[in-house]
């Protein structure tokens, strides 16, 4: 049996219209011979506003919704959010099985539960612990068409969890994992992984193929066609992943993202990232003793937040400059900007043990004078990512000097083996992006939008 897994996110299936174009996907594979498994994600901005609502009976403005969403604010309780938010995705998966079926094909909507996906007892942002594939292949062996509701899972205990936000991204690729299929599609409104945004920069050159890091550092820095836990799953189990345009025809070949061995392209970057909805938090005045990281972090892991990029510097004094380290150090981290407001008490709390424990003259402790907690918002981060800056020099100063020479100050560096980053003030962001794409000389031919008199893009199709 060959298996493909075609995943459609929320603005692929936004309405009927497109829902029967998505529908049509999967009835030319199966035409084809294949069995197929569709994955939706909730309809249109259905999502944001299951969160606005949720806000409301809250009693907090609607800007409060990405916060719920990444488990910030006690009004509303987690369990009870995963089980709105959950029903998103159930509307899309029973419209789009009527829609197959109106179509002359039997297809049958599974909740994320029926599916037999399990996850952790983790509400909001829980990961998928294993996925018994039984019925959904009892399901393909009848001819049918499984429509599987992504983002979502069941705990052990029967309780309706959701994976966050890009989770039906996960969803496909661990269900194809799971099911031993040939390929896991994922249809979206771009027509694959391009070196930028192209509606940032017009002339962003669309890949035929990319590596599983190389995606997997993008979509963490902020490119947005794939969930960074998506392409890990995807290269763990080895599924290869596809991304095309839900709403062209077949012919199209999108972008395979899979191993190093299987990408023949030889280049240095591939893709430059922008990440913005950045937020920092600097305390001063801790001590510079073990521990106080320990101390620092602890809790925002237990709570499953994802800390970025950490800077630790040795503060002196004229006193302390001659005479060896200092007793005190700033820390600095940043977070998804819509993890601080549960970020923040959390640093608060930490400071206030340490500064208890100073007190008492043990532990790691703070002495003479409290830590001072600030917190930035106007920030972004501009990526360079390529496997071929493993054994390539200069990559560094090539992407630093087209900063320098627009006029953009670098307020701190980080790198890993395939990637340089820099954290920019969010004005400079998009500028940054250009400037950056074009030194390395990843434009395309044509460009695929146009901007307008005040700088904004509008899309070329």
Not at 446 to 459: F, I, L, M, N
Request: proline letters at 3%; charged letters at 25%; glycine letters at 12%.
């Amino acid at each position: 049996m060959q298996i493909v897994v075609q995943k459609f996110g929320g603005s692929s299936v936004a309405d009927a219209a497109r829902m029967r174009t998505c529908a049509q996907r999967a009835i030319d594979a199966k035409r084809e011979g294949k069995s197929v498994v569709v994955v939706v994600s909730a309809m249109g901005d259905t999502t944001d506003e299951l969160l606005d609502l949720a806000a409301q009976v809250a009693g907090e403005g609607s800007e409060a919704g990405p916060r719920l969403q990444s488990g910030g604010g006690g009004a509303v309780p987690r369990r009870e959010l995963d089980q709105l938010m959950a029903t998103g995705e159930q509307v899309s998966i029973a419209l789009m099985a009527m829609t197959l079926c109106r179509m002359g094909h039997e297809a049958v909507s599974l909740t994320g539960a029926q599916s037999g996906i399990l996850t952790e007892a983790v509400h909001t942002r829980a990961k998928i612990r294993s996925i018994g594939p039984e019925r959904l292949m009892r399901e393909l062996e009848a001819g049918r068409i499984p429509v599987v509701a992504g983002f979502q899972g069941m705990t052990e205990a029967g309780e309706t969890t959701t994976l966050g936000r890009g989770g039906s991204d996960t969803t496909a690729v661990a269900l194809a994992a799971a099911l031993k299929a040939e390929v896991c599609e994922i249809y979206t409104d771009v027509d694959g992984v391009y070196s930028a945004d192209p509606r940032l920069v017009p002339n962003a050159r669309l890949h035929d193929r990319i590596t599983y890091d190389e995606m997997m550092e993008a979509a963490s820095q902020g490119a947005k066609v794939m969930h960074l836990r998506a392409v890990e799953v995807g290269k763990k189990s080895g599924v290869p992943i596809r991304v095309l345009h839900s709403q062209r025809g077949t012919r199209q070949s999108g972008t395979l993202i899979c191993g190093e061995r299987d990408v023949f392209e030889s280049r240095v970057i591939s893709a430059v990232a922008l990440k913005s909805d950045i937020g920092r938090v600097t305390i001063a005045g801790l001590p510079n003793r073990a521990g106080v990281q320990r101390e620092l972090f602890g809790p925002i892991a237990e709570h499953g937040i994802s800390v970025d990029d950490i800077i630790q510097n040795e503060v002196h004094t004229d006193a302390t400059r001659l005479s060896g380290p200092s007793d005190k150090c700033t820390i600095a981290f940043t977070v998804e900007k819509s993890d601080l407001a549960e970020v923040r008490p959390l640093v608060e709390r930490a400071v206030e043990r340490m500064v208890r424990v100073g007190a008492h003259g043990d532990g790691v402790g703070v002495s003479g004078g409290d830590p001072a907690i600030s917190v930035d918002m106007g920030l972004v981060k501009v990526s360079a990512v390529g496997v071929g800056m493993q054994s390539q020099s200069g990559v560094a100063a090539t992407m630093f000097k087209a900063l320098a020479d627009a006029g953009i100050k670098i307020q701190n560096i980080t790198t890993s083996e395939i990637k340089i980053s820099c954290l920019l003030a969010e004005a400079d962001g998009k500028t940054a992006l250009r400037v950056v794409h074009d030194a390395f000389g990843l434009g395309g031919e044509e460009d695929r939008a146009t901007r307008d008199a005040s700088g904004a893009v509008k899309s070329s199709r």
